[in-house]
């Protein structure tokens, strides 16, 4: 079982950068895919960010640019960076991995983007 457990999220102003954790339990990511997925009110739950275990790494078109995924492999922990953010990046934001066939998510950390 691999736990995966979310923090950094908060209410931010357009603009602004946030940059969120996933910690990951029972499993090291030097051997796992790790990704960012997002779910915003009323909306289904959309991919975001990923990073390979070879190291390559790739986002969503609407967040290119603003948003970056990394890992710091000696910690077990992925990061998102968010800069830029806008109204349509609240959301709540979700750590992600597979192992085999099964997925594991982490609770979410909520994003809220607001003047």
């Known amino acids: 079982q691999v736990s995966l457990v979310e923090s950094g999220g908060g209410l931010v102003q357009p603009g602004e950068s946030v940059r969120l954790s996933c910690v990951v339990g029972n499993k090291k990511i030097n051997n796992l895919s790790m990704a960012w997925y997002r779910q915003a009110p009323g909306k289904e739950r959309e991919f975001v960010a990923r990073s390979q275990r070879s190291g390559t790494t790739n986002t969503a078109d609407a967040v290119k640019g603003r948003f970056t995924i990394s890992r710091d492999n000696a910690k077990n922990t992925v990061y998102l960076q968010m800069n830029s953010l806008q109204s349509d990046d609240t959301a709540v934001y979700y750590c992600?991995?597979?192992?085999?066939?099964?997925?594991?998510w982490g609770q979410g950390t909520q994003v809220t983007v607001s003047p």
């Open positions: 992600n991995t597979a192992v085999g066939p099964q997925n594991f």
